[in-house]
């Protein structure tokens, strides 16, 4: 093995979707077959190589291993994936011959066929990323497939690079996988470890062989409390990296641990014989000092501090950082400086952002700013204070100029929010609002029928919408104008609707640009940008918000104006079925921007709750009796560690029930989830109290109800039965066995249909075809679950029974 220095600074990645969003319009036009794979894997490798270029002009180096080569075209997971040959059953006719999968095989894995739904999507770690779960049984194969990774060194390296590969640590592989459908009872991925482990011996040697002096293991699974009893994850953590510190010929081992603190863990992965280890110092703890044992010596791993957020966009406190580092040094440790995650979860350059106030952008940092703050502390640590004061006074300037300015703080926000009570928390109990609801018609055409539909909430966002909205932006099309198109669209929408049979409508939210970002620009305290995109999940991107001031609605007086209420006063009126009002909820409107960190979350949640207290009093005096607060975050922002859960979830809760408790009993209360493990957070769920909950559940095929059913979960539900995630339509047989499964959960009278989640990036063709499956499906259980209960089926509209 070649001992090669660990660079001073570093990053443990970057955002990858590209500037301008290159990659994600390369990868749209090949899944259309606008392009061809060779254009793709063109484009990508274009993009990875001025990503690498850009760092370097920012001071990282050339070819000290300190650019990370973490370029995934949809899913860094799915990439570890493939690289390790673990290819699921399911998907076992994809390979070639030697176990392989070739680049449009592992798209099928990621978005589906006409035959098979894809892997699972799920949230990563605390943050809005979603990742692809593998599924991983007894016979699952591992084969080592180096070749991409082989070929981003040997690219870079033509190029003049020399770059550090990354792939997802062997524990935190198994420990994120699934069990796969073929797997017997009560087997857990992390037996499979030993047999993994060879594998990554191999991809390491193939590496070392095409020229990497150092390999990035992300472990992130380690900083959180898992299934595994502590001294069995401890044991099986020593042995994997003792094991991989062994093999010959091998880089030097780079082992990453973000998102939190890696605990009792710290040991057996510092002492495994790796050559550096990362710490994130933001959301984790600074080593104590028996820990910083671990890091004296000759022979012992580098410490690694990441000590700049890569998960947020607010200026370091780079005197306060590097008092810090220069703490972690004094103490016998090699310290070299990071970021505390990657930073794929920030937008690119702040410089871009000219629309935003020049103060507000004075506070921030985005990616090509936080790789500046990290080489200014990498440097402080090694020549002294002296040689950056200059970078020093800039930021704290920033960080007093922040502190007193104008809306950060507003004291009639904190006085409202100072006087809440219990009371404002509180409905009725559940049975009386069910009574009141079920009592009540919806619909000039009487009560809901058993198993009503719905959608949950945005349709597609269609070529001519996004133009219409572009056109008024750029002052195309006036305000009187883009006004008049949107309720056209609306009409469009309601009718496409009534067509297809739907009981509860939407009016799908053409006006809207992002289910936060809307919100946003109609909230004093937040800012939005122009090109602050980061990746959700494969070519997916959201703009978040920054969240920086007190918050209330825009207008008048401290409740200001409604501005959802127009929109969906006028779909009602084109309609004699009920149409939803939608509303983002407090936690997710926090998960999905970029929050304030002077104050505690849990006081901006009901600072948001409150403007939305408002506008939820607005839509019911407007006559909407059905009205949809979204928490698809909840999951989200959960803390890594069970001992700091009860409180996160007690203002969590807390923060929806204060959004939606002013209404009256008959006034329906809906909300949403989407794509996370709720089975965590089933007590929370439960705990929101809304009349009714839609939830994610297709792609896991109703795994979330067993937990719903033994916590008890007794009020109205939603298991998704069409993965919107995936470009397939799913045929009406296919619903009618996630309804039949469901129903072995969830009573009749309980139980809605609905797609998972929003339909806003379909297409209208697929969304069609699937809505009436979706009707179709529903109608079909609905006359087989209603007349063995000794009722007539309640006719609605005159379409089906």
Known sequence: MTTVPFPAATITGYPRIGRRRELKKALEAYWAGRSTREELESAAADLQLATYRRLVELGLGAQDSSLPAAFPLYDQVLDTTVALGAVPSRFADLADAEGRLDLDASFVLARGDAGR???????????????LVPEIGPRTPFRATADRLVADVRRAAAHGFTVRPVLVGPASFLLLAKADDDAPAGFDPLQRLPELLPVYAELLQELAAAGADWVQLEEPALVADQHVPAEQLASAVWDAYTALTA????????????????????????????????????????????????????????????????HNVWRADLAGGLDRLAELARGGAQVSVASSTSLFHVPHDVAEETRLDPQLRSWLAFADQKVGEIVTLARGLAAGAEAVAGQLAEAAEARRTRQDAAGVRDAAVRERAGSLTAADIERADAAVRRAAQEGRSFTASGPLPPLPTTTTGSFPQTAEVRAARARHRAGALTDAEYDAFLREEIERVVRLQEELGLDVLVHGEAERNDMVQYFAEHLDGF???VHGWVQSYGSRCTRPSILWGDVSRQGEGLRGEAFTVPWIRHAQSLTDRPVKGMLTGPVTILAWSFVRDDQPLGETANQVALALRDEVADLEAAGIGIIQVDEPALRELLPLRRADQPAYLGWSVDAFRLATSGVRDETQIHTHLCYSEFGEVVGAIDGLDADVTSIEAARSRMEVLTDLEA????????????????????????????LERALEHVPARTLWVNPDCGLKTRGYEETKASLEHLVAAARTARERVAQPAGRPLIVQHGTRG
Request: with cysteine; hydrophobic share 40%; charged share 20%.
């Open 117 to 131: 739904a894809p892997l699972e999507l799920t949230k990563w770690f605390d943050t809005n990323y979603h990742y």
């Open 247 to 310: 093999v010959a010929g091998r880089p030097q081992l780079f082992v990453t641990t973000s998102y939190g603190s890696p605990g009792p863990l710290l040991h057996p992965l510092a002492c495994s014989g790796v050559e550096a280890l990362h710490l994130d110092l933001v959301k984790g703890a600074t080593p104590a000092p028996e820990e910083l044992e671990f890091f004296r010596g000759e022979d012992s791993a580098v410490l690694v501090a990441g000590a700049v957020d890569g």
């Open 527 to 529: 800012a939005t940008t």
């Open 711 to 738: 916590a008890g979960f007794s009020r109205g539900i939603g298991p998704g039965v069409w993965d919107i995630h995936s470009p397939r339509v799913p045929s009406q047989e296919e619903i009618e066995q996630l």
